[in-house]
C-alpha cells in the first residue's frame, strides 16, 4: 500500500466522520431544537414543572386562553374561561372543552404555546392534557384539565 492509499484514507476519513456527525445532527435536530427550547422558553415555549410553587407574589397577571383546531380535525376546542387572574408563583387550575363533532372515533394532540414570546420560560405547567394524545369517541363531549 502506496503512499497515495495513504493520501485517500487521509482525505476520506475525515469525510466520512463529518458525514457521520452531520447525519447525526440532522436524525436528532427536532429533539434538539426542543431540549433548547424547553431549556431557554424559545418561542414561547413553557417549563413543565413537576410540583407544586412554594411561594406566590401579591403582584398579579392576567393570563388569556385562545384555541385553534388544526383543519381536518372534527372538533370543538375551547377554553371553559377566556382569561384568569393569577398571583405570580400562584398554582391555577382551569379547563378546556374538546368535543368530537363527527361520527367517528378521533384522536388529537393538542400543542402549546405562550405570547409573548419571552414569557414562556417563566411559565411552569404542572399537569396538561397536552402533554398526552386525547382520544374522543363519536360527539364526546370531554373537560380537559391544566394545572399551572
Known amino acids: ?22 447525519s ?3 436524525a436528532y435536530s427536532p429533539e434538539l431544537y426542543r431540549a433548547f427550547c424547553g431549556a431557554t422558553g424559545y418561542g414561547g415555549t413553557t417549563q413543565r414543572a413537576y410540583s407544586d410553587p ?16 388544526a383543519p381536518g380535525l372534527p372538533w370543538r376546542f375551547e377554553p371553559e374561561q377566556r382569561s384568569v387572574n393569577v398571583h405570580l408563583g400562584e ?21 402549546f404555546n405562550v405570547t409573548p414570546e419571552t414569557s414562556g420560560i417563566y411559565f411552569n405547567k404542572i399537569q396538561c392534557f397536552c402533554f398526552n ?12 384539565p391544566v394545572v399551572f
Open 1 to 22: 500500500m502506496g503512499s497515495g492509499y495513504r493520501k485517500n484514507l487521509n482525505v476520506l476519513v475525515p469525510c466520512f466522520v463529518t458525514l457521520a456527525i452531520m
Open 24 to 26: 447525526g445532527l440532522v
Open 54 to 69: 412554594t411561594t406566590s407574589s401579591k403582584q398579579t397577571v392576567t393570563v388569556v386562553f385562545d384555541s385553534n383546531v
Open 91 to 111: 398554582q391555577k387550575l382551569v379547563f378546556f372543552s374538546a368535543e368530537n363533532l363527527s361520527d367517528k372515533t378521533t384522536t388529537g394532540h393538542a400543542t
Open 133 to 144: 394524545e386525547e382520544r374522543l369517541d363519536p360527539h364526546q363531549k370531554v373537560d380537559m
